[in-house]
Nanobody
Framework: QVQLVESGGGLVQPGGSLRLSCAAS????????MSWYRQAPGKEREFVAR????????NYADSVKGRFTISRDNAKNTVDLQMNALKPEDTAVYYC????????WGQGTQVAVSS
């Protein structure tokens, strides 16, 4: 049974940091590209960051470049998203995604950036 379980969301002030984590199980984690997406209220889900399974190359949405860092641990089957210098516009539900032969999604974790 495939599972992607996100954690680490919460309420943070502008300029603060959060670290999201996604624990994966039920598939060959190291083969899959792992991504984070987000969806703000009233908006479509958008890409945030991706790390590939082979080689570990990364890419980011322009809106988060230089502030967010994605990383993975293939031994632990986890992928993290370190978010620094958070802005109110980063407020959204953040989703973990795994893509290779199949496309898997987690249930999401809420991030709210507000003073």
């Amino acid at each position: 049974q495939v599972q992607l379980v996100e954690s680490g969301g919460g309420l943070v002030q502008p300029g603060g940091s959060l670290r999201l984590s996604c624990a994966a199980s039920g598939f060959t984690f190291s083969s899959y590209a792992m991504s984070w997406y987000r969806q703000a209220p009233g908006k479509e889900r958008e890409f945030v960051a991706r790390i590939r399974g082979v080689g570990g190359s990364t890419n980011y949405a322009d809106s988060v470049k230089g502030r967010f860092t994605i990383s993975r641990d293939n031994a632990k089957n986890t992928v993290d998203l370190q978010m620094n210098a958070l802005k109110p516009e980063d407020t959204a539900v953040y989703y973990c995604n795994a893509y290779y032969f199949h496309n898997y999604w987690g249930q999401g974790t809420q991030v709210a950036v507000s003073s």
